[in-house]
């Protein structure tokens, strides 16, 4: 990524007028577990051996059955959406995502989110913010990281709410 991150957002709501290239969040933390593991596999319909075999998984170089790359996305996105930093956000609107390593069952994952761009729409009541995302495990190492495309509210009030 070629955005440095330049303010750190504080707590609170942000429209796409108050942000700036550059400044970014962390969000808190969350452990991986097996329960999430097995969950993500029964609701996606992915029971890849890699995930719920421990000798399958460990005859292909890992210490045991890791997490699937979707459900590590899908965290990293509710990371963002529990922070004490809101976008005020109406949808996403898309994904550009790389697995970097496996993620772990029993790793802490945490993310940056940085404001990577902005841009205007035809409607003067929304913006698009293209946000960076470097998700890291517990050894400081980045396990996930990509962009999202979020269309965002302009001002302080979510059009239609």
Sequence with gaps: MTVEPLRRLEAGMYAYDDLSVGDYFDTG???VTEAHVVAFAGISGDHFDVHIDDDFAQ??????????GLLGLAMADGLK?????????IASLGWNWAF???????????????????????????GIATLFFDVTNQHGETVQDGETLLLTSRTGEVAGA
Excluded: E
């Design 29 to 31: 933390g969350i452990k």
């Design 59 to 68: 005859s292909h170089g890992f210490p045991g059955r890791i997490a699937h």
């Design 81 to 89: 959406n529990r922070s004490s930093v809101q976008i005020r956000g």
């Design 100 to 126: 970097r390593r496996a993620i772990l069952i029993d790793d802490r994952i945490k993310v940056r989110v940085t404001v990577k761009a902005l841009r205007t729409t035809k409607r003067p009541d929304r």
